[in-house]
């Protein structure tokens, strides 16, 4: 089972791949880092 870092590190970075591609989808989430 990972830990809650790694799952915080991978949903991080999901939201970056998110952004990049759709920048002006989900900007609160990329705010709330």
Known sequence: MPSIAED???????DVDDDEDEPQETPGRAQAF
Not at 8 to 14: A, G, H, Q, T, Y
Request: proline residues 0%.
């Open 8 to 14: 915080v590190l991978e949903e991080v970075k999901d």
